[in-house]
């Protein structure tokens, strides 16, 4: 019987995987990264900062609104920003493995965000306020795909996810409307 010698399928660059094992430093982020990684860190940073003030911005509405009527939308602004708080972790994640540093600095957190902070008192303000920051999120989170493209395809999957929920945010949040 005839031994078979196995190939790599068509279109595997054996070089390139064998390259991988090199620069071990380096961790996931291969010499097949195709990304701009110091452009992507920069984008995800600013995605961070969003975040972290969509957490306090939801936790703040979260303990001052009050009365038994608003039960519900106490409710869902703490789910939300647990779940911001979610993607605040994913991102800082994100930022590690491609070898960066998560830029957690207060000082600079509403500068480099791309929502605001809100300190209104009235409950329809505090969900308008939370409606507007979730759309600037959905399209600051459409921009970065757009512009990550094919060359970083975890980044994507990642801003994919996160864009999902900020639409379900802004879904629950236009319901809570008046």
Sequence with gaps: MAESTLSPPAGIDTAAIRAAAQ????GPVTAGYKGDREAVIKMLNGALATELVCILRYKRHYY??????NAGVKAEFLEHATQEQEHADWLAERIIQLNGQPDFNPATLLDRSHAEYDESGEVQSMVRANLIAERVAIESYR????????SDPTT?????????????HADDMRDLLE
């Design 156 to 168: 994507k999957q990642l801003l994919i996810k996160i864009m999902a929920v900020e639409e379900e």
């Design 23 to 26: 620069n071990l430093s380096d």
């Design 143 to 150: 921009q970065m795909i757009e512009q990550i493209g094919d």
């Design 64 to 69: 001052t609104v009050a009365g038994r009527d």
